[in-house]
Each structure stands twice: as C-alpha cells, then as structure tokens.
C-alpha cells in the first residue's frame, strides 16, 4: 500500500512541476519576466521549488535566470498582438520602404495572395499608386477596401469570421477557400525572423496560413523591416527553404544574409534614393534591387 502511495504522490508531483514548468515557457513566450515570488504565491510552493524549475526550464533553452527569477532568452515582437491600427505607425517608414521593394515583385495578370498586417495595410496603399493589373485575394479587410477602389484590380475577400484587432477574416472556411487556390504570388508580413527557426509568429492561425500558402503558392514572399530580424515568436509559420524571398528596407547582419542564401531566398531591398536624397516613387516602371541567393 506504502509503494502505490508513494508512487500516486510522485506522478502528482510530476503533474504540477510540468504545469509549473509550462506556465514559465508561456510567460517568456509573451515576453514576460517571470519572478519567483510570484509564481510561488500562484502555485502555493515554496520559491526553491520554483527555482528548480526555472533551472530546468533554462535547460531547455527558453528562458535565462537572472536574480529574482528569470527572463526570455530571446526578444518576443510584442507589437504583434497590439491591434492592427495601433501597429500602423510604430517603424512607419521602414515598413513603407519595405512595402516598396515588394511592389517590384508585382506583374500584370498576376493571381495574388496578400495577407493581414499593418506593413501590408502599408503595401496596399503602395500598390494602389502603380497601374498594374492584378486579381487580389485577401483576408484583411482593409487591404481589400483599399485595394477595391483602383480600376486596374479585382479583389476577393474571403469568407469567414471577422477579427476585429486584426480587421482580418480567420476561421476553417479562409482555409477551405484557400486550399481550392493556386496563387502567382502570395505575399505576407511576419512579426519575427529567426536565422534557424525561420519565419515566426504570434498565433497557430498565422502558422497554419504558411502552412497552406507555401503549398498554393509559386512564389511566397515576406515583407519586413530590419527590426524583424533576429526577434523570436510563440509558433513557426514556416522555415526560410519556404520563401521565395524577403523584402526589407535595408540589408540585415551578415549572419541573416547568409541564412537566407543557404536557403536560396532573394533579398529585395526599395529603390535608390536619387541625386537629391528623395526616394523615387514607384510606377509603372519599377526598378529591382536584388540580392540573390
């Protein structure tokens, strides 16, 4: 009887470490330091105890102890899970000259994908400057309103439930919709890039849209500014081999370059400023400035 005690109690004591264990991997996922105190008064343990795990939390490559408790090893994008309107202006400009380095993926005729974010909120606008020809499929409100009102464009906007902090549309029947889709191009923002891990972000719908654009796609491209790169996220939507290419406002640190020539994937940067310091706007005629893989 003392045997089978023994072992109810040590499966029980295995049980709450491990929920111990994962509500400090979910707190440095959102980016938060986690104190002993805290979570020992959540728990009901005593802070040795909460020590213990964060050690073997630690070991595990998530967090990093510091005195008091411990923190995320890697910066989290927690702009990410701020509303889509609030996120249009943080880094604007270096999300408008990532935007404009993208456009010059755009051709005539081409059957396109543009997902949810702010930078795409952002490419749209730039898009709606040229005078391509383009048949639209999003699931970002916005984008298609904005892009609706330009005659060289037809836009679908897929069905399914509205988010309303992302002004995007989510559920199973975006998915289903998708899966009947072969795309030219698909083009999306991302809230993280990762030298190993690849392209990240804040939620399993985002990793579960890579999923099925990497599939549907000819071309897959992610647009980002510089700060993007070397920042960590809860989910990976998909590995750099996915890619077609980035397109960012400025070339990254070396180690991010040649993470993405491995990969084979494209750097496109936004068009020289002229003589006089302005950048050009982007027509009809845009240039390309490619760093290929």
Sequence with gaps: MSEQVNKHHGRLGSALSAERQQRIVDLATQGQAIAVSELADEFQVSAETIR??????????????VHGGAVPTRAIDLTARRPVIER??????????????????????????????STMLILADEL???????????????????LAGVPACSVQLVG??????????????VFRALEKRVFDLSICGVSAIDAVHGFMGPSTTQATFGEVL??????LVYVADEKKFGRSDS?????????TAVATNRVPEKRFVDALSAAKVALLLPPMKNENGVQ??????????????
Excluded: W
Aim: aromatic share 2%.
């Design 52 to 65: 213990r795990d964060i050690r073997s939390v630690e070991e595990a490559g998530h967090v990093r102890r």
């Design 88 to 117: 249009l202006d943080v880094d604007r400009e270096t999300k408008i000259l990532a935007a404009q380095a993208a456009v010059a993926l755009f051709e005539d005729d081409m059957s396109v994908f543009i997902g949810s974010s």
């Design 128 to 146: 709606s400057l040229c005078r391509i020809k383009l048949r639209i499929t999003t699931n970002m409100i916005d984008v298609a309103t904005r």
């Design 160 to 173: 399914g439930t509205v988010v309303p902090a992302t002004r995007s549309i989510s559920g199973p029947e």
């Design 214 to 219: 990497a599939e549907r796609s000819h071309q």
């Design 235 to 243: 989910y990976i939507i998909n590995p750099l081999t996915a890619a």
């Design 280 to 293: 050009q706007r982007l027509g009809r005629t845009r240039s390309k400035r490619r760093i290929e893989p």
